[in-house]
């Protein structure tokens, strides 16, 4: 049975972190990293982690596409907020999957996001259903590091399921060996990181081609057929010298993107595979592969409807839509790497009742409020009466979800005295377009932004915010300019 690639979406962080920022900051420690000075890297927000940036991956790939027809959802991750309890199950709420839908976190190692979709092409083809695979990371960095420099923060969503769809699987492989190039032990935040010759000639030159000479002979593809190599590596030079060795004609490599938003860990050979599905024409061979204690190989063949399965931003409109950040200190605080003195606002007892969470779920995690079954308006959150002058009936409502609904600004405040850990706290008024309002926090605005009444703005899945003394992170929705993350258009 065929299987192909049916959807796809990427998500990357709106700001983008100089480079040359960050040299120039720690050249008294480090001058050797002058070498890695060049472009930028996309840095998640403090209120973003890899389950709010899956969720928009997800969006971005699904679109107005019935949800209720998938049977899974996968994400891969090594940097997942949570180490016991399903991050998976988060996304799905948010998603407003049903409660049908089969979910799995996937982590361990940075070929994470290429072994959970193929463990999704091996379910679909044994009957399970369209499998949703979201792959997101935001590693933590020590400053100073090359690591710090050539990390990047991001998701992609594919949608996996039966027939050709959008780009259709020919063939995988995988090399599995326990080549240790870097680890992040149990309870350590840092990566520790092994000599880069030893992981380019002992892990890229040889367990990779492995893979890939695997797959090619399953997918009856020759190496010389191939129109696009994606190799996911901050490595300068590694992917051109395998592409030599493999066979492949020159030109085939791909941008691995390292110059416009660095490398996202797990999520970027799925990054990579939506940047190509893209821009690729009609009938063109795609080698994909990812890397960590092994290397997984696909070869995939673009169909013919792909230009009808195109996400309505991906990787090329968040690209575009990057904004250029200076501010090095201002990404050491929001990422914990600097200590700082956050004041007594910021000491208020931020406990969750698991139990008001539980029951509240849908309007929480999914943003769903009440339909009057009477007169038809919505409302949030849902009650036991209708908002509408005009009708005050009684009783439940239907649920309504308001998570995709377009909305406007109302009013907003601009706050200094609310504790926010990147001030100043940005919160309003928001009307959505068919009826219902709520008052909500904003983000994703830039101080002194000149919001305007009357202004569209989109909801997007953040943290709330974060309880330190029990290492529970609360998920809500939040209103940003609709221009900052609008579809490019053509």
Known sequence: ???????????????????QVVVEANAWFVPSLKGLGRGERAIANWDEDPVTMAVEACRDALGGMDRSRLGALWLASTTLPFEDRQNAGIVAEALGLDGTVRTLDIAGSQRAGTSALLTAIDAVAGGAGPVLVAAAEKRKTRAASPLELTSGDGAAAILVDAGEGGAVVLGAASETADFVDHYRGQHQDF?????????????YQKLVPAAVERALAVSGVQAKDIQHFCFPTSTPRVASVLARRLGLPDGTVR????????????AHPLVMLAHVLEQAAEGELILLTGFGQG???????TGADLADRLPARGIDGCLTGGVGDTNYQRYLAINDLLTIERGLRAEVDKQTGLTTLYRNRAMLLGFVGGKCRACGTPQYPASGACVNPDCGATGPQDPYSFADRPAQLNSFTSDRLTYSPDPPAYYGMVQFEGGGRAMIDFTDVEPGAALEVGAPMRMVFRVKDYDPMRGFRRYFWKATPASLSAPVEE
């Open 1 to 19: 049975m065929a299987v192909g690639i049916h959807a796809f979406g990427g998500y990357l962080p709106r700001r983008r972190l100089s480079r």
């Open 191 to 203: 990566d520790y990181v092994w000599e880069e010759r030893w992981i380019r000639d002992e892990g």
């Open 295 to 301: 290397g997984d190989a696909l070869v995939l063949r």
């Open 255 to 266: 941008d691995n993107l390292q110059a416009r938003c660095g490398e996202t860990g797990a």
